[in-house]
């Protein structure tokens, strides 16, 4: 598999058998929502079609990034993953902000819905996201997109719950309202994980130090090296879910080895810290010196 370099590309099939729940899910839901007048149903559709649509949107990034580095694009296309993430939450942010309005609309003036229908289709979303959830869960640890499409799923799964209530309620009770309710905390159910996709895709476009490096643990690592008497100019980033990238400035002692003191660095941080792309500038106590003066302005 040309593409299982980055964690998302080992789990392609998962996030495949997902779409195609997805897929079926929004297609009955759109429908039934349209022919009960179920805002709710619609509400939860709109949720699904976020996942679909983000689970597509990573789909297709994984398979850009498997293709060839060019020598415009070092790094290959990975980054798409990051960017689809970061749609996919904007989207997802516009069709709460819509469910909410709606759903305020309809509490004011609650139509007639068709209870049954609700039920029942609420009931079959139920149990295609618990095999979605099913499909994505080993996958969630080690990739960022593998965990926003389980986390919405998993939202979705509640949504779902939320909308059979409903309907079970006008079933029972004849009170309509409980429409509208459904659909806003279906709405309310998306913000959070949706702000939290946003926040971490962004992360990594600002090239932020990824949250599971301790870069005070790094420094101290490179520093306990034989050899090294000192470090500047480090860095952590990501480049996509899975891959972490470091760069330091390595003072080395007169006597040091650069070959063995390199070994040791590039061991040391793909066992203890997982980081398998580091770049080291080896440098000797004089250079430093050279470095600090051609830094201050010119007169």
């Given at each position: 598999?040309?593409?299982?370099?980055?964690?998302?590309?080992?789990?392609?099939?998962?996030?495949?058998?997902a779409i195609v729940v997805g897929?079926?899910?929004?297609?009955?839901?759109?429908?039934?929502?349209?022919?009960?007048?179920?805002?709710?149903?619609?509400?939860?559709?709109?949720?699904?079609?976020?996942?679909?649509?983000?689970?597509?949107?990573?789909?297709?990034?994984?398979?850009?990034?498997?293709?060839?580095?060019?020598?415009?694009?070092?790094?290959?296309?990975?980054?798409?993953?990051i960017l689809a993430a970061a749609?996919?939450?904007?989207?997802?942010?516009?069709?709460?902000?819509?469910?909410?309005?709606?759903?305020?609309?309809?509490?004011?003036?609650?139509?007639?819905?068709?209870?049954?229908?609700?039920?029942?289709?609420?009931?079959?979303?139920?149990?295609?996201?618990?095999?979605?959830?099913?499909?994505?869960?080993?996958?969630?640890?080690?990739?960022?997109?593998?965990?926003?499409?389980?986390?919405?799923?998993?939202?979705?799964?509640?949504?779902?719950?939320?909308?059979?209530?409903?309907?079970?309620?006008?079933?029972?009770?004849?009170?309509?309202?409980?429409?509208?309710?459904?659909?806003?905390?279906?709405?309310?159910?998306?913000?959070?994980?949706?702000?939290?996709?946003?926040?971490?895709?962004?992360?990594?476009?600002?090239?932020?130090?990824?949250?599971?490096?301790?870069?005070?643990?790094?420094?101290?690592?490179?520093?306990?090296?034989?050899?090294?008497?000192?470090?500047?100019?480090?860095?952590?980033?990501?480049?996509?879910?899975?891959?972490?990238?470091?760069?330091?400035?390595?003072?080395?002692?007169?006597?040091?080895?650069?070959?063995?003191?390199?070994?040791?660095?590039?061991?040391?941080?793909?066992?203890?810290?997982?980081?398998?792309?580091?770049?080291?500038?080896?440098?000797?106590?004089?250079?430093?010196?050279?470095?600090?003066?051609?830094?201050?302005?010119?007169?």
């Amino acid at each position: 598999m040309g593409h299982s370099h980055s964690a998302a590309g080992r789990h392609t099939r998962a996030l495949i058998g997902a779409i195609v729940v997805g897929s079926g899910i929004l297609v009955v839901e759109v429908v039934a929502g349209i022919a009960s007048n179920s805002l709710a149903l619609l509400a939860d559709a709109g949720h699904v079609f976020a996942d679909v649509s983000g689970l597509g949107l990573s789909l297709a990034a994984i398979w850009l990034a498997a293709r060839p580095r060019s020598v415009s694009r070092t790094f290959g296309l990975y980054r798409l993953e990051i960017l689809a993430a970061a749609g996919n939450a904007v989207l997802l942010l516009a069709i709460a902000a819509f469910v909410l309005f709606e759903a305020l609309r309809r509490l004011a003036a609650p139509p007639d819905v068709e209870p049954r229908i609700i039920a029942v289709i609420a009931s079959l979303a139920l149990v295609a996201n618990l095999i979605s959830l099913r499909l994505l869960r080993a996958g969630r640890r080690e990739s960022l997109t593998i965990r926003g499409a389980y986390l919405e799923i998993l939202g979705d799964l509640f949504g779902s719950a939320a909308v059979l209530v409903s309907g079970l309620v006008i079933l029972v009770t004849g009170w309509r309202q409980a429409d509208a309710v459904a659909s806003i905390l279906v709405a309310i159910l998306i913000v959070p994980r949706t702000v939290a996709l946003l926040r971490d895709s962004l992360d990594v476009l600002l090239e932020a130090t990824p949250k599971e490096v301790n870069l005070a643990d790094v420094e101290r690592h490179i520093r306990e090296a034989p050899g090294v008497i000192d470090v500047h100019d480090l860095h952590a980033w990501t480049i996509t879910s899975g891959m972490n990238v470091v760069s330091a400035h390595v003072v080395l002692a007169d006597d040091a080895q650069p070959g063995d003191v390199l070994d040791h660095l590039g061991t040391c941080l793909a066992a203890d810290f997982d980081i398998n792309h580091s770049t080291f500038q080896l440098e000797t106590a004089e250079h430093v010196l050279w470095e600090g003066r051609s830094a201050q302005p010119q007169h």
